[in-house]
């Protein structure tokens, strides 16, 4: 006989909240791969099945990454699973209030939450003696990576949370006979001039760069079928890519990740893919992920065939955009980037009256979110590799 499973709740619906027959829900489900890929994630990288690193510290670093980023409704849920997991209620009581750990905790737990906080406010300071710090303590390279993918997650899952609440609040204050939205501003066309060089703007550029990796990698001719299939997901580039063969150590947590990077930044209809680019290029710039910078930079430049935008946001991006369009889109992605707990409606209005629907205002949300988990894993795992400068 088949034991019967309930389904686990949408971990999203349930903390923002959202129920069926609200329009922000609406909104949400049509992009029903992204909700899947999230909730996927999630459950992924809390399975009892993720090797040397434990559920309880997990989810420790769980309520010490929401209670950092003042993400009330995510900390009451991580401390929940705590309390429900018989942790230690006084080890508990401490993450929770940022206090001190108390001294049945150990070494382990305590470079594990370090370097938890390093990657949530200031991703940009990590290095390769804090990954090695965590290696010191017993963490394997699989448990590294689970780690990894966890907190830059967490980061993610903060940023959906926040925008979708804060478009939860603007929908509740809407007027009832709200006026017709303006049409969507079209970009430029072309920059003022061509530009036939490389942009190089305070350590920011796009150029093709590389990334070196500082944990051993899996090699893919020796690659087990499921961290194939992870690889599969993501694109064929990620074969050979050290970046996606360092996270196929787990494999489960890289395909839900893939699955949902290419439904946020693919996926027809919504925002242009300009735009997601756009605000995917912002959020590493304030970050500093000279990396995802280039990337997406580029991509911009492919899709919209202009550079100039790029060239604002390397330079000053809280000034930039050549449109009132894209200058919303900027200023959002900057406060959902940098203070995911200070976005409200009156950040959602701002996009509404520049012209961006809803579901444009969901699919910004989510590129934001996604380059806040995108840009810890780039900074805290390994580093960018720049040229070698052309010789004369």
């Keep these: 006989m088949t034991e019967n499973v309930l389904p686990v709740p949408d971990i999203i619906d349930?903390?923002?909240?959202?129920?069926?027959?609200?329009?922000?829900?609406?909104?949400?489900?049509?992009?029903?791969?992204?909700?899947?890929?999230?909730?996927?994630?999630?459950?992924?990288?809390?399975?009892d099945s993720v090797?040397?690193?434990?559920?309880?510290?997990?989810?420790?670093?769980?309520?010490?990454?929401?209670?950092?980023?003042?993400?009330?409704?995510?900390?009451?849920?991580?401390?929940?699973?705590?309390?429900?997991?018989?942790?230690?209620?006084?080890?508990?009581?401490?993450v929770d209030a940022g206090t001190p750990l108390p001294a049945l905790a150990d070494r382990r737990l305590e470079t594990i939450l370090a370097f938890t906080g390093k990657l949530i406010t200031k991703p940009i300071?990590?290095?390769?003696?804090?990954?090695?710090?965590?290696?010191?303590v017993g963490l394997s390279t699989p448990a590294v990576v689970a780690l990894g993918q966890l907190i830059s997650f967490l980061s993610y899952q903060i940023r959906a949370v926040a925008g979708l609440k804060a478009m939860v609040a603007a929908e509740e204050g809407?007027?009832?006979?709200?006026?017709?939205?303006?049409?969507?501003?079209?970009?430029?066309?072309?920059?003022?001039?061509?530009?036939?060089?490389?942009?190089?703007?305070?350590?920011?550029?796009?150029?093709?760069l590389s990334w070196d990796a500082w944990l051993d990698t899996v090699e893919f001719a020796s690659a087990s079928p499921e961290q194939v299939a992870a690889l599969e997901e993501m694109s064929p580039a990620a074969k050979t890519s050290?970046?996606?063969?360092?996270?196929?150590?787990?494999?489960?947590?890289?395909?839900?990740?893939?699955?949902?990077?290419?439904?946020?930044?693919?996926?027809?209809?919504?925002?242009p893919r300009a735009e997601r680019e756009l605000g995917a290029t912002v959020e590493s710039v304030v970050n500093g992920c000279?990396?995802?910078?280039?990337?997406?930079?580029?991509?911009?430049?492919?899709?919209?065939?202009?550079?100039?935008?790029?060239?604002?946001?390397f330079l000053d991006p809280h000034s930039a955009g050549t449109t009132p369009r894209e200058k919303a889109i900027v200023a959002f992605s900057i406060v959902l980037g940098i203070t995911p707990e200070a976005v409200g409606a009156e950040h959602i209005h701002s996009l509404q009256a520049v012209g961006l629907s809803d579901l444009e205002i969901h699919d910004l949300?989510?590129?934001?979110?996604?380059?806040?988990?995108?840009?810890?894993?780039?900074?805290?795992?390994?580093?960018?590799?720049?040229p070698e400068p052309s010789a004369a």
């Design 14 to 47: 349930g903390v923002v909240p959202l129920a069926p027959g609200h329009p922000v829900h609406a909104v949400r489900h049509e992009r029903q791969k992204v909700v899947t890929a999230t909730q996927g994630s999630y459950e992924g990288l809390f399975a």
């Design 51 to 94: 090797p040397d690193i434990t559920v309880a510290e997990r989810l420790l670093v769980a309520l010490h990454a929401c209670r950092l980023s003042r993400s009330e409704n995510l900390a009451a849920l991580y401390r929940s699973r705590l309390v429900a997991l018989h942790t230690d209620a006084a080890l508990v009581d401490a």
């Design 125 to 136: 300071e990590g290095d390769r003696a804090a990954v090695e710090a965590l290696t010191d």
């Design 174 to 208: 809407r007027p009832p006979s709200a006026p017709a939205l303006p049409d969507a501003e079209p970009a430029p066309t072309a920059a003022a001039a061509p530009r036939t060089g490389p942009i190089r703007i305070n350590g920011f550029t796009n150029e093709v």
């Design 242 to 271: 050290a970046y996606f063969l360092l996270l196929a150590h787990q494999p489960e947590i890289l395909k839900q990740r893939s699955i949902a990077f290419n439904a946020i930044m693919f996926a027809p209809g919504g925002m």
């Design 290 to 313: 000279v990396y995802c910078t280039s990337v997406h930079a580029q991509r911009f430049e492919q899709l919209a065939k202009r550079t100039d935008v790029i060239e604002q946001v």
């Design 365 to 386: 949300i989510h590129s934001v979110a996604l380059f806040a988990w995108a840009n810890r894993l780039m900074l805290n795992l390994g580093e960018a590799v720049h």
